[in-house]
Every structure is written in C-alpha cells, then in structure tokens.
T-cell receptor, first 115, second 113 residues
Framework: DAGVIQSPRHEVTEMGQEVTLRCKLI?????LFWYRQTMMRGLELLIY????????DSGMPEDRFSAKMPNASFSTLKIQPSEPRDSAVYFC?????????????FGPGTRLTVL | GDSVTQMEGPVTLSEEAFLTINCTYT??????LFWYVQYPGEGLQLLLK?????DKGSNKGFEATYRKETTSFHLEKGSVQVSDSAVYFC????????????FGKGTRLSVIA
C-alpha cells in the first residue's frame, strides 16, 4: 500500500507569494495532521482533522495559514502571503480514527524555502 | 494534559556502544507508547511501540519496555551502528485515539566509526 503522499517535496518561493502544500492520506485513514519542523522550534502540530472536520487549529501560527480537507483522502495547507520565517519542513500524517494503539504515519515532508 | 519528556541531546557514541535514550510520560489512564525515528532528510517513521504495561516493543535491535510504575519507556540498543544516526522521538497516545500523538522534543543521536 502507498504511504502518505506529499507534494511538492521541495518548494522555493519569494516573500508575498501564495504557497499550497498537498497531502494524500493512506486509504482507510480518517484522521489527518499537519506539522511544521524547524531547528529552532522542533516539531509543531499545526492542525488536525477527524473525518474531514477541523478539530484543533490552535497551532496554526497566523491567519496567513489555512488548511482544508475537500474530501476524505486529500488535504491542502495554504500560506498566503508567505514570509521568510515560514521556511520549514512541513509534514502531514494520517491515522485511523479511534485507534488508540494505532500508529500515526508520516509523509516524507515538503521543504519550503521562502526568500 | 498528557506530556512526554525525553533526554536532551545531542548524544554522540562510538560504533558498537550501548545506547539508552530516556523517556518518561505523564498521562491519565493507560496510554500506548511509541518510539519514532527520523533519518536525515526524511519523515518520522515508527520504530517500535507498546500498548500496555510490561509490554516490550522491539525492532532493528532496539527495545523499549512499558513501565507503568515508573511511567517510563526508555529506548535501548546493545550495539549501535553509524546507520543509527538519526533523531529519535518518544510519543504517547491517549485512551480515545481521536487525538494526535503527543511527542517529546526528540533526541539527536550521532554514531561515529
């Protein structure tokens, strides 16, 4: 089975531009998590969804960040406008809903550089 | 709330040395416990897990035992290799399974030949 798929793997953009990161969940999983990782702040949970519904977005840094799940298998994280301090590796992860013993599976990440 | 505390790194070891990375947790009820590993340039991947007290998770020569009496889940390996150089994250899952895993801050391990 395919794992969590993220695209693009690398993104370089200029300050002020809109950036859209994409994530495809593992088939049958219905919880979706977006993380950001930097050297300074480590791994941070940005937002998570259960059954396409956003449950907790308290980790989203600013209104410039938004995330959606247009269907059960796909999610986007958008940054508009982007700033240099948004440079980081962004991971999404998926998990079956309700499985307390279940593993959270991570995608390979998108490395974002904002110039 | 639930939390995970793991030893701060970086940890530098010579090849074939014994590894211990300490992890303790605070949680209500009976959480499941996990160790994840992140190799350079990659995402986090599950290394091992334990779902109830006294369970031992093991994989690739790594082991960790779920100790409820000491609320610990220390990661050990008897003989590390250069290829084990990575960041290791301890994590727990609450009872309901409807919430994200709670991760520790990660411990960077460097193994030198």
């Amino acid at each position: 089975d395919a794992g969590v798929i993220q695209s693009p793997r690398h993104e370089v953009t200029e300050m002020g531009q809109e950036v859209t990161l994409r994530c495809k969940l593992i088939s049958g999983h219905n919880s979706l998590f977006w993380y950001r990782q930097t050297m300074m702040r480590g791994l941070e949970l940005l937002i998570y969804f259960n059954n396409n519904v956003p449950i907790d977005d308290s980790g989203m840094p600013e209104d410039r960040f938004s995330a959606k799940m247009p269907n059960a298998s796909f999610s986007t994280l958008k940054i508009q406008p982007s700033e240099p301090r948004d440079s980081a590796v962004y991971f999404c992860a998926s998990r079956p809903l309700g499985g307390a013993t279940d593993t959270q599976y991570f995608g390979p990440g998108t490395r974002l550089t904002v110039l | 709330g639930d939390s995970v505390t793991q030893m701060e790194g970086p940890v530098t070891l010579s090849e074939e040395a014994f590894l211990t990375i300490n992890c303790t947790y605070t949680a209500t009820g009976y959480p499941s416990l996990f160790w994840y590993v992140q190799y350079p340039g990659e995402g986090l991947q599950l290394l091992l897990k334990a779902t109830k007290a006294d369970d031992k998770g093991s994989n690739k020569g790594f082991e960790a035992t779920y100790r409820k009496e000491t609320t610990s889940f220390h990661l050990e390996k008897g003989s590390v290799q250069v290829s084990d150089s990575a960041v290791y994250f301890c994590a727990l899952s609450g009872n309901s399974g409807n919430t994200p895993l709670v991760f520790g801050k990660g411990t960077r391990l460097s193994v030198i030949a």
